[in-house]
């Protein structure tokens, strides 16, 4: 079974109480789990809606979106919730990071949104463990002003994998970073869905971060246009077949 599976998904949303406008139009797509996915898309072709419904911030207006199994689509906001923290780890281009606390207690976010908080032990022990995996664990006490914008993203992966989540989803986490930090926090990206199996769905619209991906789907006008390997969709773009 898919990780993620959707069917005919739209989202319309009233502006001024009166006016519909359809950022998605019955929409279909399937994530395998172990899958490295781009979402790209011009602005207003409907992929920050579709992330955010992955991520379960908001509902669609219809269709179906199954996650692990589960029908989310109609789960009340406290359900969504839940499913949030337990199952979905965000990465966001702007790192979200608490300016004045330490690497490993922005880990530990997540960790106090639970319902039933681990104990102080083991959450040091899971943020460690978590900060290990991204190579950090020589700055759980740094704050991030002593930090690179890469560590600092890495800051942020570590606190989307200390839940153990099902499912990473990254909104343009290269976004603000240079083509160093970008080239090494792909890198890990890659390493964490290659060894680990880590099921990934990321938004960029980089053609040379979304190279780095095994798929990319393609969103205009609140449809996927365009959907396989990356050499294929980026050619399609590159020569126009995909407009």
Do not use: W
Request: net charge neutral.
């Amino acid at each position: 079974m898919p990780v993620i599976s959707i069917r005919n998904l739209t989202r319309t949303y009233l502006i001024g109480g009166d006016i519909e406008v359809q950022a998605l139009r019955g929409v279909d797509l399937d994530v395998e789990k172990g899958e490295f996915v781009a979402i790209m898309g011009p602005s207003g072709s409907g992929k920050s809606t579709m992330m955010n419904i992955l991520g379960c911030l908001d509902k669609p207006t219809a269709g179906t979106y199954i996650l692990d199994g589960d029908n989310v689509s109609n789960m009340s906001g406290d359900e969504r919730a839940a499913v949030r923290n337990l199952r979905i780890g965000f990465v966001f281009q702007g790192f979200n990071l608490l300016a004045r606390t330490t690497a490993l207690e922005n880990v530990e976010l997540p960790l106090m949104y639970r319902a039933n908080v681990p104990p102080p032990a083991e959450r040091r022990k899971m943020c460690i463990e978590a900060l290990k995996r991204v190579g950090l664990e020589g700055r759980i006490d740094h704050v991030p002003t002593q930090m690179s914008g890469g560590e600092q993203q890495r800051v942020a992966i570590a606190r989307a994998l200390v839940t153990k989540p099902s499912i990473i989803l990254a909104d343009e986490p290269t976004g603000n970073l240079d083509s160093k930090r970008t080239e090494e926090v792909m890198e890990l990206f890659n390493e964490l869905n290659s060894k680990e199996g880590i099921t990934t769905v990321m938004v960029t619209h980089e053609p040379e971060v979304a190279v780095k991906c095994k798929r990319v789907v393609l969103f205009k006008d609140g449809k996927i246009i365009g959907d396989g390997t990356p050499d294929e969709v980026l050619n399609k773009m590159a020569y126009g077949v995909i407009r």
